[in-house]
């Protein structure tokens, strides 16, 4: 059975840091690509991060350069989110995504950014 399970959400003031990681299951996962993406509420889901199955080539959000870090990691563990500075507005559920011949979703974990 295939499983993305997110994990390292919770919540932090302001300037505060968090670092997400991404477990993964029931798949090979060298050759896909992953991402972070994050839904905050009354919005749509949008793309916070994304890293090449190398790892040699990450992309991110205008929002979060700069602040945040993505990486790749072990095979159960192939993603990291490091997020440094979190402003009020990163507020939401965030969650990976893996792509390759198929795509698969995790179920989210929460990061609340408030003082």
């Known amino acids: 059975q295939v499983q993305l399970v997110e994990s390292g959400g919770g919540l932090v003031q302001p300037g505060g840091s968090l670092r997400l990681s991404c477990a993964v299951s029931?798949?090979?996962?060298?050759?896909?690509?992953m991402s972070w993406y994050r839904q905050a509420p009354g919005k749509e889901r949008e793309l916070v991060a994304s890293?090449?199955?190398?790892?040699?080539?990450?992309k991110y959000a205008d929002s979060v350069k700069g602040r945040f870090a993505i990486s790749r990691g072990a095979a159960k563990t192939p993603l990291y989110l490091q997020m440094n500075n979190l402003k009020p507005e990163d507020t939401a559920v965030y969650y990976c995504?893996?792509?390759?011949?198929?795509?698969?979703w995790g179920k989210g974990t929460l990061v609340t950014v408030s003082s």
């Open positions: 890293i090449t199955a190398v790892g040699s080539d990450t």
């Open positions: 029931g798949f090979a996962v060298s050759n896909y690509d």
């Open positions: 995504y893996a792509r390759w011949r198929m795509t698969y």
